[in-house]
């Protein structure tokens, strides 16, 4: 035993000394070189060269200096840009692209030397990674970014970020030589419809202003996104206002536009009109100031899906619009991989590379889940065929920094991107106390569960072929010892991982965005233990044992449905699932399974339902066909779809309710005037015989009083025989 304790001692010890061995820098460099040696990074610092160097380089270095230990001997860094003096001599080491820079760590000498201001800078940001406990690895690397642009666009529908959580972000972005933060939250009214011609008040463009110096400062374009296409007039006016509307932003310090022309319908498509437009503001705003870079424009055809229904639209815009406008682009659908021949595709119509606009992770469709999985589906030789990549995140900005984080690693060197490497990286990074727990919950926290897209993700990766064979062997009546303890175990660790994260001090701001999710991930822990000891106690036979963990699940089962009632209740998906591709449905299953056989073996009557959603979406429209449906109180809703809904002749959306129900009234938005000329409104018990419910309409909002109806099947149907566009912002059923 002695023997073992020692060993293990041994194991655990080489363990620590081959991590703290390692050297890692992220984005992952071009060329690195590490060499023998280290370098006590001591208090005798000179630096030479920062009077000529990027001065937010320079101020990043004297802060890390600043950490110095006071050990060892004198160290020269050498800092500064390509052509500067400092660094003359080692001016053919400087990688020739844009942003690049080149660093070496030897004996006594630092050198930070960048392509240009922002090359220097990122020089410093991996210098701040690679300095340890005081000393720095003797190393040497060329790096530079494959993708020109890098970022975050904040496009999501929902709450925006908070201005302090955007501060944050922009350090992040810093940190992680992210170069580009697009501002078009959909819910900030001066940056779309009703108010985008007008100014922002005091005390938004003040903050907007601090968003733009803060961006300035660590090597971040701040685009500041408009979005007046749901109502633009294609006239003098209206292209005035616009150019007055980013000269006041321009004023804040703004050196960076964009315009958005997606989710929009009627006049405002027209893919010649909005070239003219863009084409003036290039000429007249961009080119003229001589300090703002390049114009970018998110289209009304936005993914390759939907071009069948504007197929003219790309190839006018790739014609028409000038060469250095940006055309943004989410691939094959709205949520989509990045593969190569989808980028191709698009690269062909619009006469440049594609700037990716990717819908991952953002939860606005599905804002009761939370996506901390692991970045996948993007394909390596994609990066080299595009222009920029940004990606929409959550409206949870600390939580988002898991896929940020591996999103920079990606767009910076795509074809050294280690999906699982650099995921595990970015839980440490942002919780390096607890990064064992954080990864557990990321684990089981990444799939979206049904949604209008279809886009799914994989999730309890390890665990799954365990949980799939155990519940396939229970089915039959038996299962292995060895996969119920794994199973057990893995539960048992949501169970810790939930309690550790909540008491965690590290990041107290994650943590109380997670909080929700925490409480629901620690119930299906302790629902799924007791799911496998009322099995184990049924096959012992056991029956106190399985009665006591009978009772105990029905409990777990009401805290969380109270908690779905309380957290988290937005107007879209409220409550919070969590766990829900693999652990959570297994302990349902095996309860309803384990009270069968019990009520089968003891003629019990117990009961085995567990609570979800009866309901589900009845819909002949592709983007409402796996829209989920669910119940509030005596409400029952279909979940939201955001974009433009595109209604051909005879098309419906609506529900499928689990029996025949007594309605109270109905409500829909779909977010355009004049739908009351097109759509019918229809209830049906058999879904083959049809009663039509009247309606009113106030601007875009339907209500209908369906007293005195009964029934299963509730649809909108476009009764015309022309296609029309909306949207689905709401549709709510009253029972009574």
């Known amino acids: 035993m002695r023997i073992r304790i020692i060993c293990m001692a041994l194991c655990l010890m080489c363990g620590?000394?081959?991590?703290?061995?390692?050297?890692?820098?992220s984005p992952v460099p071009q060329e690195m070189q590490v060499k023998e040696g280290k370098l006590n990074f001591s208090s005798d610092i000179q630096i030479v060269g920062s009077e000529a160097a990027s001065p937010y380089a320079v101020e990043r270095l004297k802060a890390l200096c600043g950490k110095s230990t006071g050990n060892g001997g004198k160290i020269d860094i050498y800092i500064g840009e390509k052509g500067?003096?400092?660094?003359r001599k080692y001016a053919k080491a400087i990688p020739q692209q844009p942003e690049g820079y080149y660093l070496l760590v030897e004996e006594g000498t630092v050198v930070l030397a960048g392509a240009d201001e922002r090359g220097t800078f990122y020089a410093v940001q991996t210098l701040a990674q690679l300095l340890q406990d005081g000393q720095l690895p003797y190393v040497e690397i060329h790096d530079y970014p494959a993708v020109r642009f890098r970022g975050v666009v904040e496009g999501f529908y929902g709450t925006p970020w908070s201005h302090e959580a955007r501060l944050r972000q922009l350090e992040f972005y810093g940190q992680n030589k992210m170069n580009t933060y697009i501002y078009g939250p959909k819910d900030d009214p001066y940056h779309r419809t009703p108010h985008w011609r007008e100014p922002y008040p005091e005390q938004e463009a003040r903050q907007i202003a601090e968003l733009a110096t803060k961006a300035k400062e660590n090597a971040v374009d701040f685009v500041w996104a408009?979005?007046?296409?749901?109502?633009i007039k294609w006239n003098t006016l209206d292209r005035d206002l616009l150019l007055a509307k980013f000269e006041k932003m321009y004023r804040l310090g703004v050196r960076s536009f964009a315009v958005f022309f997606d989710d929009i319908s009627g006049e405002g498509t027209d893919p010649s009109k909005q070239a003219d437009l863009l084409n003036y503001v290039d000429e007249h705003f961009v080119k003229a100031k001589g300090d703002v870079t390049p114009l970018i424009m998110c289209p009304t055809i936005y993914n390759r899906a939907w071009e069948r229904h504007l197929p003219d639209y790309l190839s006018v815009l790739g014609e028409e619009l000038n060469p250095s406008i940006q055309i943004m682009w989410t691939g094959n659908s709205v949520v989509s991989d990045i593969t190569v021949e989808g980028v191709e595709w698009v690269n062909a119509r619009i006469n440049r590379q594609a700037y990716i606009w990717w819908n991952f992770p953002v939860t606005d469709y599905v804002r009761d889940h939370l996506l901390l999985g692991r970045i996948y589906g993007l394909e390596t030789a994609a990066g080299t065929r595009i222009a920029g990549f940004t990606t929409n995140p959550m409206e949870h900005p600390e939580a988002s920094k898991i896929a940020i984080y591996s999103i920079a690693d990606y767009a910076w060197n795509p074809q050294q991107f280690n999906s699982v490497a650099s995921w595990k990286r970015a839980v440490c990074t942002l919780l390096p106390g607890d990064a064992d727990a954080l990864q557990v919950f990321a684990d089981h926290n990444s799939d979206l569960g049904a949604n209008g897209h279809g886009y799914r993700r994989e999730e309890s990766v390890e665990i799954q072929p365990v949980a799939e064979r155990f519940w396939a062997d229970c089915r039959n009546g038996e299962y292995a010892r060895a996969d119920y303890e794994a199973l057990y175990d893995e539960y048992a660790k949501m169970v810790e991982a939930a309690d550790r994260l909540a008491m965690n001090e590290e990041d107290s701001l994650l943590v109380a965005e997670i909080t929700p999710w925490l409480y629901q991930f620690s119930i299906v822990g302790k629902s799924g233990m007791a799911a496998l000891e009322m099995a184990k106690a049924l096959k012992e036979k056991d029956e106190a044992l399985f009665m006591r963990k009978y009772r105990h699940l029905q409990a777990l089962q009401k805290q969380s449905y109270l908690l779905n009632q309380t957290y988290n209740q937005n107007s879209g998906q409220p409550g919070m699932k969590t766990a829900s591709l693999v652990m959570q449905p297994?302990?349902?299953?095996?309860?309803?399974?384990?009270?069968?056989?019990?009520?089968?073996?003891?003629?019990?009557?117990?009961d085995s339902r567990v609570y979800t959603s009866p309901h589900k979406s009845y819909s002949s429209l592709p983007q409402c066909t796996n829209s989920a449906v669910r119940v509030r109180a005596n409400q029952?809703?279909?979940?939201?779809?955001?974009?433009?809904?595109?209604w051909e002749a005879g098309q419906y959306a609506?529900?499928?309710l689990e029996r025949n129900v007594a309605l109270q009234k109905i409500e829909a938005d779909l977010g355009v005037e004049g739908v009351a000329d097109w759509l019918r409104l229809e209830v049906s018990s058999d879904g083959n015989q049809?009663?039509?419910?009247?309606?009113?309409?106030?601007?875009?909002?339907?209500?209908?009083?369906?007293?005195?109806?009964?029934a299963k099947y509730i649809r909108l149907l476009n009764k015309s025989s022309d296609s029309h566009e909306a949207y689905l912002r709401k549709f709510i059923i009253t029972r009574q």
């Open 226 to 231: 408009i979005h007046p296409g749901q109502d």
């Open 84 to 87: 500067d003096k400092a660094v």
């Open 16 to 25: 620590h000394w081959a991590r703290a061995q390692a050297v890692s820098v």
């Open 654 to 656: 609506g529900m499928e």
């Open 636 to 646: 029952i809703y279909l979940s939201p779809v955001l974009e433009v809904v595109r």
């Open 586 to 606: 297994l302990a349902d299953s095996l309860f309803a399974l384990s009270v069968a056989r019990f009520n089968q073996e003891t003629g019990a009557r117990l």
């Open 690 to 710: 049809w009663q039509e419910i009247p309606f009113t309409v106030s601007k875009t909002v339907l209500k209908a009083d369906a007293q005195g109806a009964n």
